[in-house]
């Protein structure tokens, strides 16, 4: 795979200073990794503010991690009180001290605080300001649904902000065109998907992650392995693949990521009550470099996640993407960015994600089938080169390029 190449423009901005406004963990968020990379590239000095990071590092000589974690009060006035000044005060003064050319922002959020840091900076010093949400803001999960005046005032708020940024990223095109029909933009956000780089796979190492996965599983030797993989919580579908399992004793299940206790034992109970639990395996979340070969040991992954809300519905996520990387195939919700991509490569089988049964006979279509499980691996290796990082980045780096400008 072709490496990005430094030219003119970057050799000009030696002295140009980004700061990267992010709401998730950067040791853990491979997307902003990427990002970040970009920023490197393009700049001299990126700083990235991280509200997950529990301490400040420094990647390098040009990238530095910088922790804001959120030490809120118990109580909830002084905690509001707190948000408030935080949101209004201390971090858009604290973003000033780096004196930034350019403020790229995680989500509305960050872009609200990075847009009121450069209110007391004069025009020919403000920063510019970039709308980087990786998600569809106003269908996304809120844990409760919003009232209808917080889906106004947020709804009026990213159409303020929106036209305050020099461009916007939205992760896929149903989000993108979404976006632009809300707000009526005369420019439409760039899309940029959460593709990972070109996955280099060592198969004698994804030969043993397998073999040590099925000695974890009853009669793991006969077993049609299935693997979800990502944020383990509730809303994911993970319930509904656990009742495959009932279905089918050769067929397995590996959930590999993180979670709360609490959740974990609400589905150790579900595979219990349901007498699978023997072909069930609770992984931990792996280092980014080792996740490959876990991907790759699975025989299908599942991106079977029900459309709670319209973010889920338009999704496009990184695992997705991950398992085409690994050359496993997949079974996905029957929804327009998964499924388009998954019927034009054929690299798969899209289905009902509410349904265990429909689930269920698509794992078995896919069992059993040999001769097309085939087709979908060989279709793998042109879905694996086309849909990877280095090509998705040139769009991310050709904007970055001409805003710092």
Known sequence: MKIEKKDSLEKSNMGFITVKFINSSYEFDSRDKREVQVLKNLSSNVYVLDYRSETSFTVDDNVTIISRTKNYSKYSII???????????????????????????????????????????????????????????????????????????????????????????????????????????SHRPIVVRNIPNYWYLNMETTKKVRQDLMKKIENGSNIFLMMYHGAVMPGRGIEKLIDVLRYDTSIGLVVLGNSENEYIEKLVLQANNLNVRSRLIFHQAVDYKQLCHYVSAADVGMITIPALTKSYYYMLPNKFFECIQALTPVICSDFPEVSKITNQYKIGICTNPNDPQKIYESVKKMKNNKEEYLIYKANLVKAKNELCWEKEVEVLRQAYKNAMR
């Open 79 to 185: 905690r509001k009180l707190q948000i408030i000044l935080r949101i209004f005060i201390k971090d858009p003064k604290f973003i000033r001290k780096f004196q930034p050319n350019l403020i790229s922002c995680h989500d509305l959020t960050a872009l609200f605080i990075g847009w009121i840091s450069t209110l007391m900076i004069s025009k020919t010093n403000k920063p510019k300001l970039v709308y980087d949400s990786h998600e569809f803001e106003l269908g996304r999960n809120t844990n409760r649904p919003r009232s209808r005046l917080k889906y106004t005032i947020v709804k009026k708020l990213e159409n303020f902000l929106i036209k305050k940024s020099i461009f916007s990223i939205m992760v896929n095109d149903s989000i993108a065109d979404e976006v632009v029909k809300i707000h009526h933009l």
